[in-house]
Nanobody, 120 residues
Framework: VQLQASGGGLVLAGGSLRLSCAVS????????MGWFRQAPGKEREFVVA????????DYTDSVKGRFTISRDNAKNTVLLQMNSLKPEDTGVYYC??????????????WGQGTLVTVSS
């Protein structure tokens, strides 16, 4: 299973970016998909996850109301729309896939990351 994240870049505070993660191999519709991020000098943290069907999602508090995750099981793609970006959203964003039950403790497959830089 390969995950390819894209869409990162440099944006001013208050701006928007849309990240995309294309998944190849495996069975995309059977994976819980998640986004994580790692800020400079910090540990990687959970951002959001979406269920197999896309009907359920789980956001970390700091991005609620600003970020929206979606998935297209026909295109094996998961998107992360990020609005009202803040400097503290800066980091490398990773998409990941997990098998098994909702709110997995570990993710099985990881993409390479895409850098998001929010300038004030």
């Amino acid at each position: 299973v390969q995950l390819q994240a894209s869409g990162g870049g440099l944006v001013l505070a208050g701006g928007s970016l849309r990240l995309s993660c294309a998944v190849s191999g495996g069975s995309f519709s059977s994976y819980i998909m998640g986004w994580f991020r790692q800020a400079p000098g910090k540990e990687r943290e959970f951002v959001v996850a979406i269920s197999w069907s896309g009907r359920t999602s789980d956001y970390t508090d700091s991005v609620k109301g600003r970020f929206t995750i979606s998935r297209d099981n026909a295109k094996n793609t998961v998107l992360l729309q990020m609005n009202s970006l803040k400097p503290e959203d800066t980091g490398v964003y990773y998409c990941a896939a997990a098998r098994g039950s909702w709110r997995p403790s570990t993710y099985d497959y990881w993409g390479q990351g895409t850098l998001v830089t929010v300038s004030s």
